[in-house]
């Protein structure tokens, strides 16, 4: 039965081979104890002290799914009494009792067989087997389909993790990245305040609003945030606009009105076509968010859902803020008098469907206003 194995063929080929040779975990199973002992023994004089054998398929199914994820190779029999071993490459592709979550193509078997039909032959290869043994076994082809074998799911692993790091690694260069930019979009939001005499609280709370609303209209969570932080960026046009007309103290004559007016489209020449969801939502809020839903609104002109719906919303956060903040030629308003201006003004300046959230999230909208006071 046994054939001689030469000495450079049972062994590990280096050092480095030596080591995840010896951490590989094999299990045999095969009804036949003498088949179990001696392909245990062959496999163990390659190096591998990891080496679980069961002559009772079911205890080899239920092993292999206690140890998942950590069983390098299946050497199964395929005629066994209880479960035959196509039935136990079924059971793991189908991920017994929901405890083995392995794909086939990356869980090798090594099938043995006494079987010489070719039809048995390629129906274990369509349900997941790697390789064959044939029965007799010959010593020295087990050391070496159980080593390419090996190879080859030592080889995936790397892969596998090596692709997990790498993930983890772009997830953090992203987060990273979006925490800059991020920052960059605040201070940048904050710059333009600066110059209009406002504090960073201002473009904060206005952001807040404006998830506060965005939700309160269902739109998707990943539309809420980009909201929140392109809100604040609302007013960026106030850079481009003279100190002698941004800081006046009387009231702005027609001229340094339209002047004014024109920080809409300043804040979106500014911000600029990008291919940056967040930047091209800014941009939009910048330049509709004085439009009314009556039309009498700039710098376009837009009415009623031809305003887009971001700057629909920040209109009212925006609003609400400055109403319900302190200023050097104002005192806030209270709180009631703010819902009774903006509900007064739905279907005119506001979209009416934003001021009814407003309405009926006023409890959040306060509380926020509380926490975040200049």
């Known amino acids: 039965m046994f054939s001689y194995i030469p000495a450079e063929m049972s062994k590990p080929d280096s050092d480095v081979t030596l080591q995840w040779m010896a951490d590989a975990n094999v299990v045999i199973c095969d009804d036949s104890i003498t088949n179990v002992m001696i392909l245990s023994k062959l496999i163990q004089d390659m190096g591998i002290q990891k080496t679980r054998y069961f002559t009772d398929p079911r205890k080899a199914l239920a092993h292999v799914a206690e140890h998942r994820g950590s069983v390098d190779l299946l050497v199964l029999d395929l005629e066994m009494p209880h479960m035959s071993g196509f039935e136990v490459m079924q059971a793991i592709a189908d991920g017994w009792q929901g405890k083995i979550p392995l794909a086939m193509e990356t869980f090798p078997i090594l099938v043995i067989t006494g079987l010489q039909d070719k039809l048995i032959r390629y129906k274990a290869l369509e349900n997941g087997a790697a390789d064959f043994l044939n029965k007799p076994i010959d010593p020295a082809e087990v050391v070496l389909r159980v080593r390419n074998l090996l190879r080859v799911q030592h080889a995936y692993r790397l892969q596998a993790t090596l692709a997990q790091r790498m993930e983890i690694e772009v997830e953090q260069r992203t987060r990273e990245l979006n925490d800059a930019v991020d920052t960059l979009v605040e201070r940048l ?5 600066m110059r209009d005499n406002e504090t960073g609280l201002h473009v904060v709370r206005v952001g807040r609003y404006s998830r506060i609303i965005a939700e309160g209209l269902g739109l998707p969570p990943e539309l809420c945030y980009l909201i929140e932080k392109a809100a604040p960026l609302h007013d960026v046009g106030k850079i481009g606009i003279p100190d002698s ?21 300043k804040g979106a020449a500014l911000l600029g076509e990008h291919d940056s969801p967040l930047i091209q939502m800014a941009a939009s809020i910048a330049v509709g968010h004085h439009e009314k839903w009556d039309g009498t609104g700039y710098p ?6 031809s305003i887009p719906i971001e700057a629909r919303i920040v209109a009212v956060a925006d609003v ?8 050097p030629y104002k005192d806030p308003w209270s709180v009631e008098k703010v819902l009774g201006y903006l509900q007064e003004n739905a279907c005119v300046h506001f979209d009416p469907d934003v001021v009814s959230v407003v309405a009926a999230r006023w409890d959040e909208m306060i ?3 509380e926490s975040l006071r200049d």
Not at 320 to 327: I, K, Q
């Open 300 to 305: 376009r002109g837009l009415t009623g859902q």
């Open 189 to 193: 939001a904050l710059a333009g305040e």
């Open 320 to 327: 609400f803020d400055a109403l319900t903040s302190a200023r």
């Open 367 to 369: 509380a926020t206003m």
């Open 245 to 265: 007309i941004l800081h006046k103290n009387d009231k702005l004559d027609a001229d340094e009105r339209l002047v004014m007016d024109r920080h809409t489209e």
